[in-house]
């Protein structure tokens, strides 16, 4: 069994394959300041509540945009589980060509995300994860990058004005009945989820009408890929475990090195 762990801004998403099927996974917050022992604790007591037994994952493999979680992390697995951890970076074997300025520049979470949806979906193909950034990634039917565009996440938006107005209240992110809002709650959320569904809806078009791929395939992952799309309008598919396939097979590409 592999334990793949994706490590985020916001959440840290570990999942356990048998195999090609996802067995258990989990979502937790991710914070900078756990020790080794407090994220090894952590990891034990979620196998102890689920039908997988810790003793039977063999390989574990990790992606992560924040460095400073690394050490303790690491440490977690090597001392829990007494594996030394594939970790996704530079002169990985992907099967995708970065075709940009500069490849070490690309976040490991968006690698895995277009490794899974190339290999899985195929070319050409858009992924739009909904995480603490927005992100719009794109490669082609030969397994190429085009191009990444990076807006601001939706949760953010949401904490920067309750952060920086003194009168909006905190809201819970989900699509108002309708834009015209009569109380403040609900011209927030119309504001910023009916915002960000247009400009998912605008970016998709434009990207379609420049490369000149009216039928460019669409993914979306991240928690609120649903509340953009609840209607399945706008998406050919919404993967919420999109990171976690294409961790499972960036270790199946690079497990003879090991």
Known sequence: MILAIDV??????????????????????????????????LIRSLFSHSNVDIKDIESVIISSVVPNIMYSLTNAIRK?????????GAGMKTGINLRMENPKEMGADRIVNLVAAYEIYGGPVVVVDYSTATMFDVISENGEFITAITAPGV???????YQRAAQLPKIEIKKPES????NTVNSIQ?????????ETIYILEKLK??????????????????????KGEIFDVIDPVLSLKGLRILYEKNKHKK
């Open 80 to 88: 829990q589980l007494h594996i030394e951890p594939m970790i996704v």
């Open 190 to 198: 119309a504001g910023i989820v009916i915002g960000h569904i247009g």
């Open 8 to 41: 985020g801004n916001t959440n840290i998403v570990l999942g356990v394959y048998d195999g090609e099927e996802l067995t258990a996974n989990w979502r937790i917050t991710t914070l900078n300041n756990r020790t080794a022992d407090e994220t090894g604790t």
């Open 179 to 182: 834009i015209i809002a009569k």
């Open 155 to 161: 949760q953010v938006c949401a904490d920067a004005l």
């Open 209 to 230: 009408q420049e490369l000149q791929q009216p039928n460019l395939k669409v993914i979306a992952t991240g928690g609120l890929a649903r509340v953009i799309d609840e």
